[in-house]
């Protein structure tokens, strides 16, 4: 089946710090990947997103990039703001109904 | 707000009752998806609906658990007899279809508690 493996949080960070969050998957064909984020109070929302091999995604000052070869997707930020304090949330989809399947969440938190 | 509804955004039960939620999509979106979301969980796919059709179902989607889109705008997720193991966010997401990856749009999701 299809599975997200990633880092387990808490990760504190001082302000301006590199951030890294890993994400390794499994899947059975060519998954899209993703990042979501859920910010305190409020509903999950697409941070960024790349649909084959090599693609780099970008979205506010974060990227990850899409390794078909060790099947990974690493969230990273040069310089982490307290604002980005939030759960992420690696994520594939794959097939004709593009359910999402999501990782447990790495929980950010970012100190001034 | 054109975004995604649901309501409640929050329902406290008791155990044996029957709980249901409504998810209104974004207006032209025609697939809709329901996520269940346990504490310091990703959220789990329970099911999908091609307009009115409901097209998947997860074996988590025990037959306690109906979901409808009767007329392919919003959709009802009905929990029945509930027990305590059913407390969790529900999330609602909706898309369009189109060629190619279609984005998700999450609601803020009805939070369950079973007394």
């Known amino acids: 089946g299809n599975s997200v493996t990633q880092m387990e949080g808490p990760v504190t960070l001082s302000e301006e710090a590199f951030l890294t969050i890993n994400c390794t998957y499994t899947?059975?064909?060519?998954?899209?990947l993703f990042w979501y984020v859920q910010y305190p109070g409020e509903g999950l929302q697409l941070l960024l997103k790349?649909?084959?091999?090599?693609d780099k995604g970008s979205n506010k000052g974060f990227e990850a990039t899409y390794r078909k070869e060790t099947t990974s997707f690493h969230l990273e930020k040069g310089s982490v703001q307290v604002s980005d304090s939030a759960v992420y949330f690696c994520?594939?989809?794959?097939?004709?109904?593009?359910?999402?399947?999501f990782g447990t969440g790495t929980k950010l938190q970012v100190i001034p | 707000d054109t975004g995604v509804s649901q309501d409640p955004r929050h329902k406290i039960t008791k155990r044996g009752q029957n709980v249901t939620f409504r998810c209104d999509p974004i207006?032209?979106?025609?697939?809709l998806y329901w996520y269940r979301q346990t504490l310091g969980q990703g959220p789990e796919f329970l099911t999908y609906?091609?307009?009115?059709?409901?097209?998947?179902k997860s074996r988590l989607l025990s037959d306690r658990f109906s979901a409808e889109r009767p007329k392919g705008s919003f959709s009802t997720l009905e929990i029945q007899r509930t027990e305590q193991g059913d407390s969790a966010m529900y999330l609602c997401?909706?898309?369009?279809?189109?060629?190619?990856?279609?984005?998700?749009?999450f609601g803020p999701g009805t939070r369950l508690t079973v007394l």
């Open positions: 997401a909706s898309s369009p279809t189109r060629q190619g990856y279609n984005e998700q749009f």
């Open positions: 899947a059975t064909g060519y998954p899209s």
């Open positions: 790349a649909t084959k091999a090599d």
């Open positions: 994520a594939l989809s794959i097939g004709g109904y593009q359910k999402v399947t």
């Open positions: 207006s032209e979106h025609n697939r």
């Open positions: 609906f091609q307009n009115e059709a409901q097209l998947e």
